[in-house]
C-alpha cells in the first residue's frame, strides 16, 4: 500500500449534477496529482497541485477544477457532469516534481446516468 | 508533444518462461520512463523508472527495463514469469525539465501468465 487514500471508493451521479472527489497524499508529499482513466485506457493526466497551487493542466475543461489544502490533501471537482466522464479517478502523491516517482490511490470509480 | 506507444494490447506467457512488454517513447530532449501495473479494481503500483545513468533499471517483483536511447524504448522484462504477474502494465514518460511532473501513459498491455 502506497498511503494515498481516496474517497468515495464509488460513486453513482446523474447527468448535470456536480461532483467532488478527495484525496490524501502520502506522509511528506507536497504535491498532489489527478488522472483520469477511462475503460480499457490508460490513465489521462487532469492537472497537479505543488504547495497549494495548480501546477500543470492536461487537456481537461474548466469545469473540471481542485483544490490542494495546507495539508497537502487535495479534491477534485466536477461540474456539469456529462456520461463520459464516467471513468476511474485516480489520485497520485510525490515528493516533488520531475522525476519523482508518483504514488497512486486506489481510486474512485464514477459512474454517471 | 509527448507519447507512449504500448503495441501489444494483450502478452501471453507460460509460467516460467521470460516475458519481454514493449514500450516506445517520444518526449522533446531526455525523458523520465517509468513503468506501473494495475490489478483489478486497484489503483496503479510502481514498479520501477529510468532517471539517468545505468541503461538496465532493475525494479520490484524482480521486473527490470532497459533503456535505449536511439530506439527510443523502454521494455519491461523478466526472467522468469509467475501466473501472479499476470495484470495490466503501463509504460508511462516524464520530460525533464517540465514545471510539471505531467506523466503520459500509455494505453496498457495485458500480461496473462498460463500455468
Known amino acids: 500500500e502506497t498511503g494515498v487514500t481516496q474517497s468515495p471508493t464509488h460513486l453513482i451521479k446523474t447527468r448535470g449534477q456536480q461532483v467532488t472527489l478527495r484525496c490524501s497524499s502520502q506522509s511528506g508529499h507536497n504535491t498532489v496529482s489527478w488522472y483520469q482513466q477511462a475503460l480499457g485506457q490508460g490513465p489521462q493526466f487532469i492537472f497537479q497541485?505543488?504547495?497549494?497551487?495548480?501546477?500543470g493542466r492536461g487537456n481537461f475543461p474548466p469545469r473540471f477544477s481542485g483544490l490542494q489544502f495546507p495539508n497537502y490533501s487535495s479534491e477534485l471537482n466536477v461540474n456539469a457532469l456529462e456520461l463520459d466522464d464516467s471513468a476511474l479517478y485516480l489520485c497520485?502523491?510525490?515528493?516533488?516534481?520531475?522525476?519523482?516517482?508518483?504514488?497512486f490511490g486506489p481510486g474512485t470509480r464514477l459512474l454517471v446516468l | 508533444a509527448q507519447s507512449v506507444a504500448q503495441p501489444e494490447d494483450q502478452v501471453n506467457v507460460a509460467e516460467g518462461n521470460p516475458l519481454t512488454v514493449k514500450c516506445t517513447y517520444s518526449?522533446?530532449?531526455?525523458?523520465?520512463l517509468f513503468w506501473y501495473v494495475q490489478y483489478p479494481n486497484r489503483g496503479l503500483q510502481f514498479l520501477l523508472k529510468?532517471?539517468?545513468?545505468?541503461?538496465l533499471v532493475k525494479g520490484s517483483y524482480g521486473f527490470e527495463a532497459e533503456f535505449n536511447k536511439s530506439q527510443t524504448s523502454f521494455h519491461l522484462k523478466k526472467p522468469s514469469a509467475l501466473v501472479s504477474d499476470s495484470a495490466l502494465y503501463f509504460c508511462a514518460v516524464s520530460a525533464r525539465g517540465s514545471s510539471a511532473s505531467k506523466i503520459i501513459f500509455g494505453s496498457g498491455t495485458r500480461l496473462s501468465i498460463r500455468p
Open positions: 529510468y532517471i539517468t545513468g545505468d541503461n
Open positions: 518526449v522533446s530532449g531526455n525523458p523520465y
Open positions: 497520485a502523491s510525490s515528493s516533488g516534481q520531475g522525476q519523482e516517482t508518483q504514488y
Open positions: 497541485y505543488y504547495r497549494e497551487e495548480e501546477n
